[in-house]
C-alpha cells in the first residue's frame, strides 16, 4: 500500500514539473546550466547553483563541426575527348614551313581544269571560295561549289599559311575533322595513299539529308607539306547511282593532274 502511495506521488510531481515547464511563462524563462566539478573529480551538469565544496563553471555547448570546411574539394570532370586518329595527329609531324613557298610548284587552275574528264554534256566550272579556288564537274550548272550534288569538284589552297596561318597538313586535318563530326555523316572507310609527291589521305563517308535520298562520297587530300599547297578532291552521288558513276569517279582519281 505505502509503495503504490509512493509511486504515486513521484508520479504526480513528474507530472506537475512537465506542467510547469509547458507554462508560457515557464518557456520564456532561460534555463541556465552550469558545469560542476565535485570534489572527487566528476564534472556533473546541474540546472541550479553547485555544492558549496564544488567548482562552478558555465556549461558551454559543443560547437558543431564545419561542413563546409569538412567537404574536400571535387575534382574537375574531366570533358571526354573524341577518340583520336593517331595517323592523322598533326603534331607528330615535322613543322610546315611557311617562308619558301614557291609559286611556280603550284599547280595551275589550267592544268588542273584540263585533266579533269567529264561525261559529256556535263559542265566544268570554276569558282573562288574561301582561301581558295574550286573546279566542279557537274550534270547541272552551279551557282556556288556548295550547289553539288551529284558530281565533283577539286579545290586548290595555295600557300595556306598566307591565309589559314597554318600548314597545309593542319588544314587538311581540319577539314578531315569537320567531315569526321558532322552528325549527318556516317564514315565508311578511310586510308592513306601512296603518292611520289604529295602526302595523300582520304575518306568515304555516308551524307543522310532530310526527306531526300542519301549521297555516298568520298573527299581525298593531297598535302604539299615543302609548298605549304592542299588540293582536295571529291566526288559524290545518290547512292542509287553511285554504282553507275564509279568507274567514272575512279578514272577522276587516276587521271587528274595531281
Known amino acids: 500500500m505505502m509503495r503504490s502511495l509512493n509511486q504515486n506521488k513521484k508520479q504526480l510531481i513528474t507530472l506537475l514539473f512537465l506542467c510547469l515547464m509547458m507554462h508560457p511563462a515557464a518557456a520564456k524563462k532561460k534555463l541556465k546550466i552550469r558545469s560542476c566539478t565535485m570534489p572527487n573529480g566528476d564534472v556533473v551538469l546541474m540546472d541550479k547553483p553547485c555544492p558549496i565544496n564544488s567548482k562552478t563553471d558555465d556549461y558551454k555547448k559543443p560547437t558543431k563541426p564545419n561542413k563546409k570546411s569538412a567537404k574536400l574539394p571535387r575534382a574537375k570532370k574531366k570533358k571526354s575527348q573524341p577518340p583520336s586518329i593517331q595517323w592523322l595527329n ?50 547541272k550548272r552551279l551557282l556556288t561549289p556548295g550547289k553539288l550534288v551529284t558530281g565533283a569538284s577539286l579545290k586548290r589552297f595555295n600557300n ?5 596561318n597554318k600548314g597545309a597538313f593542319t588544314v587538311a586535318i581540319d577539314m578531315f575533322q569537320q567531315i569526321r563530326f558532322n552528325p549527318q555523316h556516317e564514315l565508311t572507310e578511310s586510308e592513306f595513299v601512296a603518292h611520289p609527291r604529295f602526302k595523300v589521305f582520304n575518306v568515304h563517308y555516308r551524307k543522310t ?15 604539299d607539306d615543302e609548298n605549304n599547297d592542299l588540293y582536295v578532291l571529291h566526288f559524290q552521288a545518290p547512292e542509287n547511282h553511285w554504282q553507275r558513276l564509279s568507274k567514272w569517279q575512279q578514272q577522276l582519281f587516276s587521271e587528274v593532274a595531281l
Request: proline letters at 6%.
Open 90 to 139: 598533326p603534331e607528330s609531324q615535322p613543322a610546315a614551313k611557311t617562308s619558301h613557298h614557291n609559286p611556280e610548284r603550284t599547280i595551275s587552275l589550267r592544268t588542273l581544269m584540263a585533266s579533269i574528264q567529264a561525261p559529256s554534256q556535263w559542265f566544268i566550272q570554276s569558282f573562288k571560295v574561301q582561301g581558295g579556288d574550286a573546279i566542279t564537274a557537274s550534270a
Open 160 to 164: 595556306t599559311s598566307r591565309y589559314f
Open 209 to 223: 539529308r532530310l526527306r531526300q535520298s542519301t549521297l555516298k562520297a568520298v573527299t581525298q587530300f593531297y598535302v
